[in-house]
């Protein structure tokens, strides 16, 4: 018995005695060796192991510090980038004077740049700059964060940054970035700014040879020269405090514009130039804004606004400036008459409902049709103008019903459209909301009618198509944008498109590169002056887009619409219609 307690107590000994173990016998070096070899090697769980040991089983030793690196390092190989964070957050507070503090700022910037966090990972890596005495590795800060700024980050995200330091040395460094990432983009304009302010403010820099020769290059688009041509943008882009664009119908309309231009310019020796201003939906920006690309000689037309209340602002001051507005979105019917100076890329609400009358007369040969209508919304908008066209052409409508939005049962306005099934061909029914769609391809069904139905694009985003597939067979309707996501010219655009961009094409982005594309198709082979690029505009002038075609009118307003079809659960395009004025 007593063999067996002397036993279990040296057992306990024992034990307690390795538990109790610690490196501090001069074997710590050799076991952070282990470590290190397992790392190389690409153990990571049993080089965790020891480290762990080291840094916690042992007091502040020559190895704690590196220790902690290396786990953040392992920790960012698993991609376990929670623990790598708890590691490098707290660890230049809790050893201020360490060797590894260059090494451990260079990997929070890896670490911000796996988890895309590109603004940190820029931040990160200035602080390098402002704070380290190496210049290994400030050179190595700076190349990282030159690759971050061109590939992620915005003007004013950067311009941002810039405010934050006070070392010269860092302001140089990133006013050299604002500088390239605004050539990028085409923003001579902003980018010489930018350059000659770091020529002027910092002479002493490294960046200074560099800014110099930027400037001396061909990319140097000088602002009083009639041979140099830029187009300013303004856009509600909403930048947040970080620079970044919190609009995103505005990013993606200011990323399909930027690609046209990159298209554009691919194959020019003369470039055109992009300036690009957030209005901020403020009615003083738009003002300062549209002053100051009125100013710059060389800005001859501007792209944007893109909603109807901002371009109002816009005309009021543009006015005076004689300066081609275009705007790839607006549609209110009042606009061209503010400015005759504003162009209209998206058509207006009269345009589309004439559009549709002309079609039906002129191509289907319709003569006797009734319409159907909200009264509210702009649907009232467009049954009129149809009325009005489709009777200036000759033809009749029949009946005119109309129905409040919320209305549940359309059985009376259709039972009267019914009743004069003999006399018409088709019935007109402009949307203000898709909602109402099933029930009224339900009350049709229940009176057993089938008749070609004709209307907006609202009927693009309905349901209940299923109620009667005849029925659905004989829809046709007008839309701005229609695009066949299944065809070539889809794949063949948008595998060029991501190649540039990293992202695919939309609907916004569509809008805003075929508004683009049309203005630099106005552009070519005319001397581009403010009021030669006016003329060619009422010429006419057609741009074949991708979402819809562009050629403006007498009345400045686009006056091509798709004509889409609905046929056997697919939308397929039928015609490009223009109007005939």
Known sequence: MHKYIILIFTLFTFSISIIAQTYSDGTINSQFRLAVSMYSTGDFDQALVILDKIINENDYNSKTTASEFFKAKIFIEQK?????????????????????????????????????????????????????????????????????????????????????????????????????????????????????????????????????????????????????VAIGVMLPLETNSTGEYTSETSAEILEGIKYAVHEFNKTREEKIGLLVRDTKSELPEIEKIISEFASIAAIKAVLGPIYSNEVRATLQESESYNIPVISPTATDDDLTHISENFFQANPSFSIRGSVMAQYLFFVENKRKISILNSIEGYSPSLAANFAAEFEKLGGTIVRKETYKEGSISFDEHIGRIVADSILIEGIYIPLSENSVAPMILAGFVKNNFNIPIYGNQDWLTAKGFETSLSLSNNLTFTTDYFFDYQGDDYYNFNSDFNSTTGRDINRNILYGYDAAKYLLTVIRNIEPTRSNIRSKIMSGLISIGYHNNISIGKNRINKFLNIVRYKNGVFELVDKFRLNE
């Open 80 to 228: 376990n980038f929670e623990s790598a964070k708890k590691v490098l957050t707290g660890f230049l507070e809790k050893y201020p004077n360490s060797s590894y503090e260059d090494e451990i700022r260079i990997l929070r910037v890896k670490y911000n740049l796996e988890e895309a966090n590109y603004y940190i990972a820029f931040r990160e890596a200035a602080s390098i700059i402002d704070l380290s005495s190496s210049i290994e590795y400030k050179n190595k800060a700076k190349s990282i964060a030159q690759d971050v700024a061109f590939s992620y980050l915005n003007e004013n995200q950067l311009q941002r940054l810039y405010d934050s330091f006070t070392n010269n040395e860092v302001k140089a460094f990133i006013l050299l970035q604002i500088g390239k990432v605004l050539l990028k983009s085409n923003d001579v304009f902003g980018a010489k700014g930018a350059l000659n302010d770091l020529i002027g403010r910092y002479p002493n820099s490294e960046e200074y040879s560099e800014a110099k020769q930027l400037l001396d290059s061909p990319l140097d688009y000088s602002t009083d020269s009639s041979t140099k």
